[in-house]
C-alpha cells in the first residue's frame, strides 16, 4: 500500500527519531523513502546544514537496509513545499516529528506547521511525538482505538506494517464510557458484557490484523479515554501509542476537549497520530 514514504527532516533530534521510523516502515513495505528537509524564511545557514546532515544520516542508515532513498533540498514555506513534493512524488505516507511548541497548541487555534501538515497534506501523515530516545524500537504498541473506526484498511495496514518493522505486539485498547439508568445512575459493563457489544468496526479491525499475521490481544477498562491511555501505557510499559487523528468542531472542541491533544501533551512514551488519507 505504501510505494514511497517522505520523511520530513529538519535540525532537530526529534526528527531524525522520525526519519527512523518512516525508513524501518519503508524496508517492511518495499518503498522508497524521501528524505526532504525545507529552508524556511529567515532560517541560518548553519541551521540549515544540520537539518541537511541529518537527511544524509537518515538516508545512509536507510540505504544500508537495502532501502533505495533520496534526498531533497526546497526553500520557501515548508507546507507548501512538502505539500508541492508529496503531489510531485506521488507519495503515500508523510512521516512528520513534532517541535516542542506544538505539544501545547490545540488542533483548533493557530496551528503550528506540522498541525497544518497533519491535515493538510494530500495523503496519510504519521505525526510523531518523541519522548523517550532510547526506546525507538518498540516491542509493545498501544493502539487506543474507538467504538467506531475511520478507515479501517488504512489504519490496519499501518500499525501492522509498524508491528512487523520491530518483531512487536499490538496492544488494542478501547475505554468505555458507563451506561446512564433513569433510576440508577451510572452503571459499567464487566469486560464479558463489553465483549458482547463490541462494534462491527472492532471485529473487522482484528480481521485485517490476523490477515497480517501480526500479534495483538484486546483491552477494555472503564474511564476517561486520554487519562486512561495515558495510566495503561506507563503502567504496562508501551514502548509507542499509534492514535487516529480527529479534529472535532469548535463547539465539541470547548466543551469536551480532544482526547488526541490530550495524549500529546501526557503521553509518557513516543506517540505517532496518525491521519490517513482522504
Not at 495515558?230 to 492514535?243: N, S, V
Not at 469548535?250 to 490517513?276: A, H, M, S, Y
Request: glycine letters at 6%; aromatic letters at 6%.
Amino acid at each position: 500500500m505504501y510505494r514511497t514514504i517522505l520523511a520530513a527532516v529538519n535540525e532537530h533530534v526529534n526528527s531524525e527519531i522520525a526519519g527512523r521510523y518512516a525508513k524501518h516502515l519503508a524496508r517492511i513495505t518495499g518503498a522508497r523513502l524521501l528524505v526532504c528537509s525545507v529552508r524556511e524564511p529567515g532560517q541560518s545557514e548553519s541551521s540549515f546544514e544540520l537539518a541537511r546532515e541529518t537527511s544524509r544520516r537518515v538516508q545512509h542508515a536507510a540505504r544500508d537496509l537495502g532501502v533505495e532513498t533520496e534526498c531533497l533540498f526546497r526553500e520557501g514555506n515548508p507546507v507548501s513545499e512538502i505539500s508541492d513534493v508529496v503531489r510531485n512524488e506521488g507519495v503515500d505516507l508523510a512521516v512528520i516529528a513534532t517541535r516542542r511548541q506544538d505539544v501545547h497548541r490545540r488542533f483548533g487555534r493557530r496551528a503550528a506547521t506540522t498541525r497544518k501538515l497533519l491535515f493538510k497534506l494530500p495523503c496519510s501523515v504519521a505525526l510523531v511525538r518523541v519522548v523517550h530516545l532510547g526506546r525507538i524500537h518498540p516491542s509493545e504498541i498501544l493502539m487506543p482505538i474507538k467504538e467506531r473506526i475511520d478507515d479501517i484498511p488504512s489504519r490496519a495496514y499501518f500499525a501492522a506494517m509498524m508491528a512487523k518493522a520491530f518483531d512487536a505486539k499490538i496492544h488494542l485498547f478501547h475505554v468505555t464510557r458507563p451506561m446512564r439508568k433513569f433510576f440508577q445512575g451510572e452503571q459499567h459493563l464487566t469486560p464479558v458484557e463489553w465483549d458482547e457489544k463490541s462494534s462491527p468496526d472492532l471485529a473487522r479491525l482484528i480481521s485485517h490484523l490476523d490477515g497480517y499475521q501480526v500479534q495483538h490481544e484486546k483491552r477494555l477498562t472503564p474511564g476517561k479515554a486520554a487519562k486512561s491511555i495515558a495510566i495503561e501505557a506507563a503502567a504496562r510499559r508501551r514502548d509507542l501509542i499509534i492514535m487516529g487523528a480527529s479534529k472535532r468542531g469548535l463547539l465539541d472542541l470547548l466543551l469536551r476537549g480532544n482526547p488526541v491533544e490530550e495524549v500529546l501533551r501526557e503521553t509518557p512514551c513516543n506517540l505517532i497520530i496518525l491521519r490517513t488519507s482522504r
